[in-house]
């Protein structure tokens, strides 16, 4: 049985998505991760996804190795950015070999591909005006920095992005930098289509797949896409603040150059001599020394994410999402709620965005009264994250059968209105 026959065709109650769980054919993945209490639904692993056994036993492989090597493991772990940039590259973006590493944060090497990027041709730098923040003010910053124009490509949200506005925008330009999956409203947009597009006009396309990589399939190969960033600590399941990635086309790799040049990208590291000289390949974004530890948890999550299969998440992912689009209309739509993503799984990520005008408290309460974790957006968004691996149907059915009754009895009306920090 099908994902899609069983979600299109079925009656929406907790039968049914029961019945979806037992066909699963990812289901036996869902034991792999620690889940706590059993009554907490958790739907926030767009945000930072679940710990897995896998990724426990690789850190605790990983100290064991320290506290007996000591500085000796550093003979295995001095590649370890580019092995699990590999591993990265064939589980999860469709990178061949030798394109990606795995090190740093996002937005470490949003700076370093984007500033290679700008110091590498004259023009513009692109960026949607809804992008993710941390996108906008480095290439904000970049942009005052070389003295470009910085030009902000409006659309609605919800929607995927369109390929001609995307390439009337990038004329002129030096760099336009895309997200693949919207964060707030989780709208997939076509890198196949959009790449040549940006391309044909003359600009380097990089794009953030912070909300992509581990729950749809990224063509970035296939695409002919420049350059890509993105982070491991969502769908991936590498923990809190776990080194992120970056991929650059190995067409690319002799005319870029990073703007921050550290010894691990130095061709003879060690000889430590007097002036700077990049290695040939994709090591010469490196930087400073890799963060052992993070890295085996990068590792233990390409291993699980290779076994189940990419396609296979993706299909999840669409029926997942597919079933909470499907509950917000039979039991949201009537208490004031509206979607606030694509309705097409084939336009859609991960994630689903629930908006409603009172998001804030709704979200606070389910969090304090029903045991649902979700996350909430500005002005108005409460995201529900549904990563494939771990997430059944029931967990959706009930998550948004919960949220109903929450808002049909009001207990939203008794949280306070001030947002926290921490959103």
């Given at each position: ?47 930072l996804g679940r710990l ?205 150059r990073s703007p921050i ?145 929450l808002v049909e009895a ?14």
């Amino acid at each position: 049985m099908g994902y899609g026959d069983a979600v299109d065709g079925g009656p929406l109650t907790r039968a049914h998505a029961a019945q979806l769980d037992r066909a699963d054919r990812l289901g036996r993945f869902r034991d792999r991760f620690e889940h706590g209490d059993g009554d907490r639904i958790y739907v926030d692993g767009n945000s930072l996804g679940r710990l897995s056994h896998d990724a426990r036993a690789a850190l605790q492989a990983t100290v064991a190795e320290w506290g007996t090597r000591l500085v000796t493991g550093w003979h295995d772990w001095v590649d370890l950015a580019g092995r699990a940039g590999d591993a990265l590259g064939a589980a999860a973006l469709g990178a061949r070999p030798g394109q990606a590493l795995a090190c740093d944060s996002t937005t470490v090497n949003l700076y370093k591909l984007a500033g290679a990027a700008v110091a590498a041709r004259a023009g513009a730098i692109v960026v949607p005006a809804d992008d993710f923040p941390t996108d906008r003010y480095v290439l904000e910053g970049l942009a005052a920095a070389h003295g470009r124009e910085l030009r902000m490509l409006a659309g609605d949200p919800i929607a995927p992005l369109d390929v001609e506005a995307v390439a009337a925008a990038a004329q002129g330009a030096a760099l336009v930098v895309l997200s693949h999956v919207n964060y707030r409203s989780g709208a997939l947009t076509d890198m196949a289509a959009i790449t040549p597009a940006v391309q044909t006009a003359g600009a380097f396309v990089l794009w953030d797949l912070c909300h992509s990589a581990g729950a749809v399939d990224v063509p970035l190969d296939a695409s002919g896409a420049d350059l890509a960033v993105g982070c491991t600590y969502k769908y991936l399941n590498a923990g809190p603040g776990s080194p992120a990635f970056l991929y650059v086309a190995e067409r690319h790799l002799p005319e870029l150059r990073s703007p921050i040049q550290g010894w691990f990208s130095q061709a003879d590291q060690f000889a430590m001599g007097p002036r700077y000289e990049p290695v040939a390949g994709v090591g010469r974004f490196l930087a400073g020394t890799p963060p052992v530890i993070g890295l085996a948890a990068v590792m233990a999550a390409a291993e699980m994410l290779a076994e189940a299969g990419i396609a296979a998440v993706r299909d999840k992912a669409a029926a997942l999402t597919g079933l909470a689009v499907e509950l917000h209309d039979e039991r949201l739509a009537g208490l004031g709620f509206s979607l606030g993503t694509p309705r097409a799984a084939v336009d859609r990520g991960s994630h689903v965005s629930l908006r409603h005008p009172d998001a804030w408290r709704i979200c606070r309460a389910l969090i304090e009264h029903a045991n649902v974790i979700p996350d909430f957006r500005r002005p108005d968004s409460i995201r529900f994250g549904l990563p494939p691996l771990y997430t059944r149907f029931t967990d959706v059915w009930d998550a948004l059968d919960r949220l109903a009754a929450l808002v049909e009895a009001g207990v939203h009306e008794r949280m306070p209105a001030e947002a926290a920090r921490v959103t």
